[in-house]
């Protein structure tokens, strides 16, 4: 997963976000462990977001923060409803809520608040 983000981020190409999903799957396949669920939703919505699929964007990351929050794996939340904000293009209030919502986590850390402003 990690060697098809940072490809993705030398070399923007389709082929890396199908790195990521493929990797993603055969882990989840291999151990059924859906805790980092959140890790890979973050990897990939950054990426998809980049390359301009926004629509899947939101997809894997709706999916994520439900699962997120349903099982408390707080420690993404905050970087997922930032990657959210990206996914609604010229909808500056929207955007900003997603942001606000980022920033207002008890797990939203110092750097995080600063780079989500």
């Avoid at 929050?69 to 990657?83: F, H, I, K, V």
């Amino acid at each position: 997963m990690f060697k098809g983000w940072a490809e993705y981020q030398q070399t923007p190409d389709e082929q890396h976000i199908l790195t990521i999903s493929t990797a993603f799957q055969r882990w989840l396949s291999s151990t059924g462990f859906r805790l980092t669920h959140s890790l890979y939703a973050a990897l990939i919505g950054d990426v998809l977001i980049s390359h301009g699929q926004q629509q899947e964007a939101v997809k894997v990351l709706e999916e994520a923060i439900g699962q997120a929050e349903q099982q408390g794996a707080n420690c993404y939340l905050p970087e997922l409803y930032y990657l959210m904000s990206r996914t609604v293009g010229d909808n500056s209030f929207v955007a900003s809520e997603w942001v606000q919502k980022a920033r207002l986590h008890f797990s939203c850390t110092p750097l995080q608040h600063s780079l989500f402003g």
